[in-house]
């Protein structure tokens, strides 16, 4: 594999998932959405999700820092509790460039050979035209029924044990279908969270990342439409907490959860 674009937001897990491709020799973009896009973002979500359910979701969005806070005063990680160390950019910051726009990363498409998104990023259609190939999409939760951001935790707040994990799919242009390419899954412990999930799937994920991307490009899988998957939020406050300290109250994911 020649040139190999990855595309993602500058967290610790995908630090690591990063430091994985070392061999592969990454270009790795940090994409940053600007200030007035996010707040159109977060305007969004209040006018669909409704403003009780969206200070519920952005509590749980400021419990979860607290949390990197409180690790950061007391030097106790949760990374180094899950694994040996807790990971860092240093070593692939010569490799990493920072885009605040989708027409900021154009240029870099055009020579690679391998994209891969490590988040749910929403990419345009023209975006996946300008890609000479399919793109690697990374899915946090198993596909196709724990897609969107916080699909893991869901399949653990609702106690379907045998779907937490992530996915790796294959996306065109065309929108409308896409075409799972692997799937990994983790075992959970008695008390889970949105951030011990995440790193217990990238630690699982890293194994396998490589070797998927020199695969590349994969074999032709049947496509699933969009129309079939199950698109899911983050939690509120008060379902996060339910689902750590009363596993099992919860039997449904809730309706606001679903985009």
Same mark, same amino acid.
């Given at each position: 594999?020649?040139?190999?674009?990855?595309?993602?937001?500058?967290?610790?897990?995908?630090?690591?998932?990063?430091?994985?491709?070392?061999?592969?020799?990454? @270009? #790795?973009?940090?994409?940053?959405?600007? /200030?007035?896009?996010?707040?159109?973002?977060?305007?969004? %979500?209040? #006018?669909?999700? +409704?403003?009780?359910?969206? =200070? +519920?979701?952005?509590?749980?969005?400021?419990? #979860?820092?607290?949390?990197?806070?409180?690790?950061?005063?007391?030097?106790?990680?949760?990374?180094? /509790?899950?694994?040996?160390?807790?990971? @860092?950019? %240093?070593?692939?910051?010569?490799?990493?460039?920072?885009?605040?726009?989708? @027409?900021?990363?154009?240029?870099?498409?055009?020579?690679?050979?391998?994209?891969?998104?490590?988040?749910?990023?929403?990419?345009?259609?023209?975006?996946?035209?300008?890609?000479?190939?399919?793109?690697?999409?990374?899915?946090? +939760?198993?596909?196709?029924?724990?897609? &969107?951001?916080?699909?893991?935790?869901?399949?653990?707040?609702?106690?379907?044990?045998?779907?937490? &994990?992530?996915?790796?799919?294959?996306?065109?242009?065309?929108?409308? %279908?896409?075409? =799972?390419?692997? @799937?990994?899954?983790?075992?959970?412990?008695?008390?889970?969270?949105?951030?011990?999930?995440?790193?217990?799937?990238?630690?699982?994920?890293?194994?396998?990342?490589?070797?998927?991307?020199?695969?590349?490009?994969? /074999?032709? =899988?049947?496509?699933?439409?969009? /129309?079939?998957?199950?698109?899911?939020?983050?939690?509120?406050?008060?379902?996060?907490?339910?689902?750590?300290?009363?596993?099992?109250?919860?039997?449904?994911?809730?309706?606001?959860? %679903?985009?």
């Amino acid at each position: 594999m020649k040139n190999v674009l990855i595309i993602c937001s500058p967290s610790t897990s995908n630090a690591y998932l990063c430091s994985s491709l070392k061999s592969l020799y990454p @270009t #790795i973009i940090h994409f940053k959405l600007p /200030k007035i896009n996010s707040f159109r973002n977060k305007l969004n %979500k209040i #006018i669909r999700k +409704g403003f009780l359910q969206s =200070i +519920g979701i952005w509590l749980t969005s400021r419990l #979860i820092i607290f949390e990197r806070i409180i690790e950061r005063l007391t030097g106790e990680f949760l990374w180094e /509790k899950l694994y040996e160390h807790q990971p @860092t950019w %240093k070593e692939l910051v010569n490799q990493i460039h920072i885009c605040y726009s989708e @027409t900021e990363v154009y240029p870099f498409l055009k020579d690679a050979d391998c994209i891969v998104l490590l988040e749910s990023f929403r990419f345009s259609e023209k975006f996946y035209r300008n890609c000479k190939r399919p793109v690697l999409q990374v899915i946090d +939760g198993v596909a196709p029924n724990y897609m &969107g951001n916080a699909g893991a935790f869901w399949a653990y707040a609702t106690c379907d044990f045998n779907n937490i &994990g992530k996915s790796v799919i294959a996306r065109r242009a065309n929108f409308s %279908k896409f075409e =799972i390419i692997e @799937t990994i899954k983790v075992k959970p412990t008695r008390r889970e969270t949105i951030r011990s999930l995440q790193i217990k799937c990238s630690i699982a994920l890293a194994e396998i990342l490589s070797e998927l991307i020199e695969a590349y490009p994969h /074999k032709k =899988i049947d496509s699933i439409s969009f /129309k079939n998957c199950i698109i899911l939020s983050s939690p509120n406050i008060l379902d996060y907490l339910t689902s750590i300290y009363r596993k099992g109250s919860l039997k449904r994911i809730p309706n606001y959860a %679903k985009q």
